[in-house]
């Protein structure tokens, strides 16, 4: 979806995966750094894009601070949504 949508390093500073198979690795052909969750560089975030939409509320639930903290929350399928606090 990312390479269909040239959506690159310059609109998306990382990534974020919780499996170790990704993490400490960069996404194929956009070069944008995935890690692990991790709140301290989170924090930095203006918006976060879940890609996982069919897992947006077991990741809200695990980083509901984001929300907390007035962060934007976009969910691109199965139509966009931007969930605020």
């Known amino acids: 979806m990312l390479n269909y949508f040239g ?7 990382l990534m974020v995966y919780a499996s170790p ?9 956009l070069h944008i750094p995935i890690y692990f969750p991790e709140k ?7 918006a976060c ?3 996982a939409w069919s897992y947006t509320e077991e990741i809200l ?10 962060k934007h929350v976009v969910v691109p399928l199965p139509t966009v949504s931007v ?3």
């Open 83 to 85: 969930i605020k606090s």
């Open 7 to 13: 959506i690159t390093s310059e609109f998306l500073d």
């Open 40 to 46: 301290t560089r989170l924090r930095e975030a203006d």
């Open 61 to 70: 639930k695990k980083e509901g601070w984001m929300l907390e903290e007035g």
């Open 21 to 29: 198979l990704r993490a400490n690795h960069y996404m194929p052909g």
């Open 49 to 51: 894009l879940i890609t």
